[in-house]
């Protein structure tokens, strides 16, 4: 599959053409054959929201696990929350992305307590419970524990792993050929990790060309938001001055 939003849209229509009904992580159940979308939002909620804009033509619901402890983005910022609320208003469900290697964590009791307290802080952003939380670099510790957070369902238990088919386009490289296995039709249960970063409409770029373009354009919004800040910022340095130095 390449890694374009009209790829992604046919993998959506072949999902609805073999039958799968799009879920959440509290409605597959009922469902007869059911596949679950789950994003990780690791570096950009602008590229997130762009996302949702294409799963709302396809009147696709799925999830969005969003850092909140995270050098990427700011949560409390006016631009994310407005990103926060596009993917919302787009059908979203928003979850909580949860780093625990930005805290010094020695038992599950402290797990939880940080846990708690960023699904607190997320909820305050969205104005609804944290439903789902998914793990951004877990622990092998973690993976094999099978933790249970109360209300919070762990997107990482057994049973999304287990008793569902599992594919994840991590490190922008499908495991499996997923085309394949939705074209197939046999398995009951999909559970799909599909990060928008990787994603473009029209034509695909290749690994390098994604982060060469992402590291670009952080040095560009850096400066857009220095220029919010900092008055007659052109004076001083001009956008152009940058974008010239990126394009040497
Ligand atoms: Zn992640």
Do not use: C
Not at 21 to 39: D, M, N, P, T
Not at 188 to 200: A, E, G, K, M, Q
């Amino acid at each position: 599959m390449e890694f374009t939003y009209e790829s992604y849209i046919k993998l959506l229509k072949r999902l609805e053409d073999k039958g799968y009904q799009f879920a959440g992580y509290r409605s597959w159940e009922k469902k007869e054959k059911s596949v679950i979308l789950r994003h990780d939002v690791d570096y950009s909620l602008q590229k997130a929201a762009e996302f949702s804009a294409v799963e709302r033509e396809m009147g696709v619901p799925s999830t969005y696990f969003v850092l909140v402890s995270s050098d990427f983005y700011n949560l409390h910022s006016l631009k994310s929350k407005k990103y926060i609320r596009q993917i919302m208003d787009n059908g979203g469900e928003i979850g909580l992305h949860f780093d625990e290697t930005q805290y010094d964590i020695r038992t599950e009791e402290e797990l939880r307590d940080y846990l708690y307290r960023e699904a607190d802080i997320l909820s305050g952003i969205t104005g609804k419970e944290t439903g789902a939380v998914s793990m951004h670099r877990p622990s092998e510790k973690f993976l094999s524990d099978n933790m249970e957070f109360g209300s919070i369902i762990n997107s990482y238990s057994k049973i999304y792993f287990k008793d569902m088919k599992y594919l994840s386009d991590s490190r922008r490289r499908w495991r499996e050929d997923v085309d394949e296995i939705v074209r197939q039709g046999a398995y009951r249960r999909l559970h799909i990790l599909v990060h928008p970063f990787w994603y473009f409409t029209g034509f695909e770029r290749d690994i390098k060309q994604t982060l060469k373009g992402a590291i670009l354009n952080a040095s560009l919004q850096y400066y857009d938001g220095l220029e919010d800040n900092f008055s007659s910022l052109g004076k001083e340095i001009r956008r152009d001055e940058i974008e010239e130095l990126l394009r040497g």
